[in-house]
């Protein structure tokens, strides 16, 4: 019998695995540019969303493991094979040798850095936050190899070749994900 997954189940686990507020808003954004996404292509939801929240599962505890030691944590927890293949295929290339092959694990993979590169584009507006944020000021950004150093660019190129949309469109539709969850990302800013 295949195992039913809840939001409420996967937000617990995470944060069983993940004491660090940075992290878990992070899961939290990922989690609500899936949704979006998955609203977008008229996919499931629910699955998108509980594959976006957990993708990070295993980063905090197991740094040097990340994308392999998440495995085990879910086999161990009952999940469908199909959720973890998309959970480890978001580190593809990076940390895992699962490639991202379904449209949901090629939305995770390009959308989990670009989440990193917004929120630090957020932060630096005098708003500090997204509710103002525009493709162009993301782009810019983008261009500063020195600003968000640790987000890797290539990744979020590939990633929308992948799924077959222009990067300015990926970037918009993954900042209207992320406002949908401003306030409890910590960047609804001063507006």
């Given amino acids: 019998m295949k195992k039913e997954i809840n939001r409420d189940e996967a937000l617990s686990l995470l944060k069983e695995y993940n004491q660090d507020e940075s992290l878990i808003r992070h899961a939290l954004a990922v989690e609500a540019v899936m949704r979006h996404f998955a609203t977008l292509f008229g996919e499931d939801v629910e699955k998108w969303g509980i594959i976006g929240l957990i993708h990070d599962l295993d980063y905090e505890r197991y740094p040097e493991e990340h994308c392999s030691k998440v495995k085990e944590i879910l086999m161990e927890e009952g999940w469908p094979e199909e959720y973890i293949h998309a959970v480890q295929s978001h580190g593809w290339g990076l940390c895992s040798e699962v490639e991202p092959v379904h449209r949901m694990e090629k939305v995770l993979y390009t959308i989990d850095e670009l989440t990193g590169l917004i929120t630090a584009a957020a ?69």
């Fill in 123 to 191: 932060l630096v507006r005098p708003s500090k936050s997204l509710l103002d944020l525009e493709v162009k000021s993301v782009k810019k950004k983008w261009r500063d190899k020195a600003f968000a150093a640790g987000v890797n660019r290539e990744v979020i190129t590939e990633g929308a070749e992948r799924m077959g949309m222009d990067l300015n469109e990926v970037i918009k539709e993954t900042i209207a994900g992320m406002r949908t969850v401003a306030a409890e990302i910590g960047l609804k800013g001063n507006l």
